[in-house]
């Protein structure tokens, strides 16, 4: 990735992360990891099922099954309950065409809650 394009991303207060349609994790940005408690470089790859409560896990994989279905972008308001403590999201997710060809989930969530 861009140098430029990735310190931006890193640097962004928002959370912003790329899954494949298992749920593996193509890209995370460092307020996303620094949520879950782990590295870019330990989440990358993997999945963040471990991480959170089952149900939690479970309606945000169902929003990005929702996406790869429909073709269209989602919306949500969750509270996660993240390693480093909970918080009031709002999730935009959408459509990413990969250079594959294959669709991905990209998703950018902002807290609601003061930090």
């Given at each position: 990735m861009d140098s430029l394009l990735e310190r931006l991303l890193d640097a962004a207060p928002?959370?912003?992360?790329?899954?494949?349609?298992?749920?593996?994790?193509?890209?995370?940005?460092e307020a996303t990891a620094a949520c879950l408690g782990r590295s870019k470089a330990e989440l990358l790859g993997g999945s963040d099922r471990d991480l959170l409560p089952p149900e939690q896990f479970e309606a945000i994989r169902e929003t990005d099954r929702e996406v790869l279905r429909t073709g269209k972008p989602a919306r949500t308001r969750?509270?996660?309950?993240?390693?480093?403590?909970?918080?009031?999201m709002i999730d935009q997710k959408f459509p990413l065409t990969l250079p594959d060809g294959s669709i991905a989930v990209g998703g950018i969530a902002i807290t609601l809650d003061d930090d």
């Open positions: 928002v959370n912003i992360n790329v899954v494949d349609a298992e749920g593996r994790i193509l890209y995370i940005n969750i509270r996660l309950d993240f390693p480093t403590g909970g918080k009031l």
